[in-house]
């Protein structure tokens, strides 16, 4: 209740003073606002120069084609132009609404997410003077800058495919693995920094990825580890499947190649490869986080699953090569391990996975 009757003092005594302050006060108001909106005009022509002339440094600097600083200065001037109507009707609708109301306004700056202040007033707000009759809250709230030049981007990456085994004096057609029922998984986070300052051209993508890579033999055989030799023999069941699969954790590193789209403005620049032709090369280095096997058969018409998490003598040190290519977030993507799978073995195996990988930023 006192809180009540204390704001509604507070708005009368607001109201009494603005009546005494006369008609003068917000007449000169006016006559300073009309006097803004010509220099509204001047100012947004001389930043209009201002960006032609950056354009064109850029197009003599052979940065940009002669078509595309076209399309930027006509965007340019489109944009100034919106400017100056803009803020011409804001100047226009407060002399409006100071002329109408007689210059005795309730203004209202609602609290907005850069941290502006929440404002009731019953005076006028000039350059030289502030006279507040009312309610100022100021939140102080850090504001958050634009970058004007952001270099570096992060994508969450996504790739899955078909996976086997290169061995030694043999082709991929003998291999001992069933080439549609041997599979990766990879999941990870990258990020994409532009190489050069003015170029976007070349840029290196590196951060980490989990990589599941399965390998299922054919002809009712099983991995087994004999005398610290991992070889497949056949398995007294008859076996529905039979999968390795190694789990490794890896850091890739790749060079990126390809065209991106421009934008720039006043107060960004931002270079963008959606849609557009990208290929990468580079390779992985990381470890073997575990491997397991698992088996599904039946015996005696009861179905039986074994999951059996063993080393089977796979390396512990994972490396290899890489390779992408696609338009936009879509890619065709070949990794093989230069590490053999089993270690110390008779024949060496190196895994090697062909699939599509995705980039969700």
Do not use: C
Not at 64 to 77: F, S
Not at 263 to 276: L, N
């Amino acid at each position: 209740m006192k809180i009540t009757i204390l704001y509604i003092a507070i708005l009368y005594f607001g109201l009494l003073a603005q009546s005494m302050l006369g008609q003068e006060d917000y007449k000169s108001k006016v006559v300073t606002l009309n006097q803004l909106k010509s220099e509204i005009t001047v100012q947004e022509k001389h930043a209009l120069k201002v960006e032609i002339a950056s354009i064109m440094k850029q197009l003599d600097a052979k940065e940009i084609t002669e078509v595309e600083a076209q399309v930027l200065k006509e965007e340019a001037a489109k944009k100034r132009a919106l400017n100056i109507e803009n803020r011409l009707s804001i100047i226009d609708n407060e002399i409006a609404l100071l002329e109408r109301n007689s210059g005795q306004v309730l203004a209202l700056d609602s609290l907005g997410t850069s941290g502006s202040m929440v404002e009731i007033n019953w005076g006028s707000k000039d350059d030289g003077e502030d006279r507040l009759f009312g309610i100022n809250i100021d939140t102080d709230k850090k504001k958050l800058d634009l970058k004007y030049d952001r270099r570096t981007y992060s994508d969450f990456v996504i790739a899955v495919g078909l996976n086997n085994a290169i061995i030694e004096d043999q082709s991929l057609d003998d291999s001992p693995y069933k080439i549609g029922g041997s599979r990766f998984f990879e999941m990870g986070w990258q990020w994409r920094t532009r190489v050069f300052k003015n170029s976007n051209f070349m840029r290196f993508n590196y951060g980490f990825s989990f990589q599941f890579n399965g390998l299922k033999a054919k002809n009712n055989q099983y991995f087994v580890v004999n005398d610290g030799q991992t070889t497949l023999e056949d398995f007294q069941y008859d076996l529905d499947k039979a999968k390795l699969r190694m789990d490794n954790l890896v850091f890739p590193v790749h060079f990126e190649f390809g065209p991106s789209k421009l934008t720039k403005t006043d107060k960004t620049i931002r270079y963008d490869v959606y849609r557009k032709f990208r290929f990468g090369i580079g390779g992985y280095g990381g470890f073997n986080l575990g491997t397991r096997q698992k088996l599904k058969y039946e015996v005696d018409g009861e179905k039986v699953k074994d999951k059996l998490k063993r080393d089977y003598n796979t390396s512990n040190l994972i490396y290899g090569l890489s390779a992408y290519a696609g338009f936009g977030n879509t890619q065709l993507y070949l990794k093989y391990d230069l590490n053999p799978i089993f270690k110390d073995a008779l024949v060496d195996q190196h895994n090697i996975s062909l699939g599509l990988r995705f980039d969700l930023d």
